[in-house]
T-cell receptor
Framework: DAKTTQPTSMDCAEGRAANLPCNHSTISGNEYVYWYRQIHSQGPQYIIH???NNETNEMASLIITEDRKSSTLILPHATLRDTAVYYC????????????FGQGTRLTINP | DSGVTQTPKHLITATGQRVTLRCSPR?????VYWYQQSLDQGLQFLIQYYNGEERAKGNILERFSAQQFPDLHSELNLSSLELGDSALYFC??????????????FGPGTRLTVL
């Protein structure tokens, strides 16, 4: 699985958009970008994933650069409940594949 | 609520003991994964089962073992426990079907404390 690089921590004001970057310069053509988050000591929560195109769901948007070497997770209107560690993971999408977690980005939403 | 259940929530035991952690996957999910999260190691993959068979192994100690039963629930057995085994243990499940996105859904975890 390709290695990812994320900032250790970020802050964002409540109500503003939180933009979390991730670098994955060694990503292969068949690897997807997945985002999970972990709120305090709860189980990690799936947020979104994508291959090439930008993706949006009820939780977030995922913007993947054209060369696929980096991506940005966007939480459009951050709330205090979005305070969590966010993990960017690159892996092959199909079948049953383990997740390899890095250190992630600790996002703090400030009132 | 992810649909994945884990029991017990908390477990306190002594060094040298053996414990069993239980996981019930989401309805319809065939694959179960076990992860360990300790303060110094972060989230680490231990082992994966698919429809009753071991599919992949990560950094799982020989003192640890797991199995997945015909009803698809899984158990993680930890024996000869050491202080360093104190951690959060998460179970996750996915449909694990080729062509599907196969995101994993995590349970709430079992917090193991070895004294």
């Amino acid at each position: 699985d390709a290695k990812t690089t994320q900032p250790t921590s970020m802050d964002c004001a409540e109500g503003r958009a939180a933009n979390l970057p991730c670098n994955h310069s060694t990503i292969s053509g068949n690897e997807y970008v997945y985002w999970y988050r972990q709120i305090h000591s709860q189980g990690p929560q799936y947020i979104i994933h994508g291959l090439k195109n930008n993706e949006t769901n009820e939780m977030a948007s995922l913007i993947i650069t054209e060369d696929r070497k980096s991506s940005t997770l966007i939480l459009p209107h951050a709330t205090l409940r979005d305070t969590a560690v966010y993990y960017c993971i690159v892996r092959v999408g199909g079948g049953a594949q383990k997740l390899v977690f890095g250190q992630g980005t600790r996002l703090t939403i400030n009132p | 609520d992810s649909g994945v259940t884990q029991t017990p929530k908390h477990l306190i035991t002594a060094t040298g003991q053996r414990v069993t952690l239980r996981c019930s996957p989401r309805s319809g999910d065939l694959s179960v994964y076990w992860y360990q999260q300790s303060l110094d190691q972060g989230l680490q993959f231990l082992i994966q089962y698919y429809n009753g068979e071991e599919r992949a192994k990560g950094n799982i100690l020989e003192r640890f073992s797991a199995q997945q039963f015909p009803d698809l629930h899984s158990e993680l057995n930890l024996s000869s426990l050491e202080l360093g085994d104190s951690a959060l243990y998460f179970c996750a499940s996915s449909v694990a079907v080729s062509g599907r996105s196969n995101e994993q859904f995590f349970g709430p975890g079992t917090r193991l404390t070895v004294l």
